[in-house]
């Protein structure tokens, strides 16, 4: 960009003024940086502005247990303003500067706590959790709150809400993993998603095959005293796919928020929801901007989004020649 230019220029210009010489050579007199100096002095310049400007509202962890991308979630967070820390080991957990932790995720139940048992994460999740402090777990980072899992047998959770993850019901037309746009249903008036009606229309991003059930949601930890377990109702939100009514986002009303998912792939209502999170409520929506505008539906259908899917493939005639195919026939025939 513009801005990116006005910088490689500034840098070159004072190389110039400190005499020096790369590997290019002269020009009438005038030194010049070798290509590969000049693109480190404009990295480093870049690098400066970005720190300066994503990270000026805090610090916020990651804790990125390999099994899954999340870029996406990284330039959400960046995007928000935020300055990116990733947990490197159980310990980080136990660190009082660590005020926000993010925990996202794709793969199989039983993956994702292999991996948390492997790097010792199990036992520095839960107590950070009783801790207090703020935890947003996305997809994954939602169903491991469960004790366990049907798509794996016998792997524990971390125990934090009662219940086993359910597979959706195959049915006839029915397809499974649930993918794509779909509504939700807030279940409370005060939570994270305010203000409420933005976020009853709002589309949002799932892809996943195993569910939270309505009836679950009960706060479990066991490693928090009698006195602060209240067993107390944790849905706050709520999706259906087909006949199947699932867990969308649940909440203690305190420090977890998990939501089942992807706010970072959910557009402006999305990354909203994310920013409520991260600044604790005072944000766009919080301050009673409406996201009605972004989010472009006002039917109220709790319901999956119907989708346009453009495909192209390359298959073989009778001839044997390869023929690009358009659509989701491939009838390579040519007409008579």
Same mark, same amino acid.
């Given at each position: 960009?513009?801005? #990116?230019?006005? #910088?490689?220029?500034?840098?070159?210009?004072?190389?110039?003024?400190?005499?020096?010489?790369?590997?290019?050579?002269?020009?009438?007199?005038?030194?010049?940086? !070798?290509?590969?100096?000049?693109?480190?002095?404009?990295?480093?310049?870049?690098?400066?502005?970005?720190?300066?400007?994503?990270?000026?509202?805090?610090?916020? &962890?990651?804790?990125?247990?390999?099994?899954?991308?999340?870029?996406?979630?990284?330039? =959400?967070?960046?995007?928000?303003?935020?300055?990116?820390?990733?947990?490197?080991?159980?310990?980080?957990?136990? +660190?009082?500067?660590?005020?926000?932790?993010?925990?996202?995720?794709?793969?199989?139940?039983?993956?994702?706590?292999?991996?948390?048992? +492997?790097?010792?994460?199990?036992?520095?999740?839960?107590?950070?959790?009783?801790?207090?402090?703020?935890?947003?777990?996305?997809?994954?980072?939602?169903?491991?709150?469960?004790?366990?899992?049907? $798509?794996?047998?016998?792997? $524990?959770?971390?125990?934090?809400?009662?219940?086993?993850?359910?597979?959706?019901?195959?049915?006839?037309?029915?397809?499974?993993?649930?993918?794509? &746009?779909?509504?939700?249903?807030?279940?409370?008036?005060?939570?994270?998603?305010?203000?409420?009606?933005?976020?009853?229309?709002?589309?949002?991003?799932?892809?996943?095959?195993?569910?939270?059930?309505?009836?679950?949601?009960?706060?479990?930890?066991?490693?928090?005293? !009698?006195?602060?377990?209240?067993?107390?109702? &944790?849905?706050?939100?709520?999706?259906?796919?087909?006949?199947?009514?699932?867990?969308? =986002?649940?909440?203690?009303?305190?420090?977890?928020?998990?939501?089942?998912?992807?706010?970072?792939?959910?557009?402006?209502?999305?990354?909203?929801?994310?920013?409520?999170?991260? !600044?604790?409520?005072?944000?766009?929506?919080?301050? *009673?901007?409406?996201?009605? !505008? =972004?989010?472009?539906?006002?039917? *109220?259908?709790?319901?999956?989004?119907? +989708?346009?899917? =453009?495909?192209?493939?390359?298959?073989?005639?009778?001839?044997?020649?390869?023929?690009?195919?358009?659509?989701?026939?491939?009838?390579?025939? #040519?007409?008579?």
């Amino acid at each position: 960009g513009r801005a #990116e230019r006005e #910088e490689r220029e500034r840098a070159l210009r004072a190389m110039r003024g400190k005499g020096c010489c790369g590997a290019r050579g002269r020009t009438e007199g005038r030194t010049f940086p !070798s290509r590969a100096t000049a693109r480190k002095e404009h990295q480093g310049t870049r690098r400066a502005r970005c720190r300066a400007s994503k990270g000026d509202k805090g610090e916020v &962890w990651l804790l990125d247990y390999g099994a899954g991308n999340v870029r996406s979630i990284r330039n =959400a967070i960046k995007y928000l303003g935020y300055t990116i820390r990733d947990v490197e080991s159980p310990k980080d957990l136990g +660190r009082a500067e660590v005020e926000k932790l993010v925990f996202p995720g794709v793969g199989a139940f039983g993956s994702a706590m292999g991996e948390l048992n +492997r790097r010792g994460y199990v036992e520095a999740l839960r107590e950070y959790i009783k801790s207090d402090r703020p935890f947003f777990g996305i997809c994954i980072g939602m169903q491991v709150l469960y004790e366990g899992s049907e $798509e794996s047998d016998g792997v $524990e959770g971390l125990g934090v809400l009662k219940g086993v993850v359910k597979k959706f019901d195959s049915a006839p037309g029915k397809p499974v993993p649930h993918i794509g &746009w779909n509504t939700i249903t807030v279940e409370k008036e005060k939570s994270l998603f305010i203000p409420k009606e933005d976020y009853q229309d709002a589309r949002l991003y799932f892809v996943h095959s195993y569910h939270g059930v309505e009836a679950q949601p009960n706060f479990v930890n066991p490693t928090a005293s !009698s006195s602060s377990c209240d067993d107390q109702d &944790w849905l706050l939100a709520q999706g259906k796919y087909y006949d199947d009514r699932f867990v969308a =986002a649940v909440s203690n009303g305190s420090n977890v928020f998990a939501t089942q998912f992807h706010p970072e792939k959910s557009g402006a209502v999305g990354l909203s929801l994310m920013d409520n999170f991260l !600044s604790a409520g005072e944000s766009q929506a919080a301050r *009673g901007q409406s996201l009605a !505008s =972004a989010t472009g539906d006002e039917s *109220g259908d709790l319901s999956l989004a119907k +989708r346009v899917i =453009a495909c192209l493939d390359v298959r073989s005639n009778d001839n044997g020649d390869l023929v690009v195919t358009k659509g989701d026939q491939y009838d390579v025939r #040519e007409a008579k």
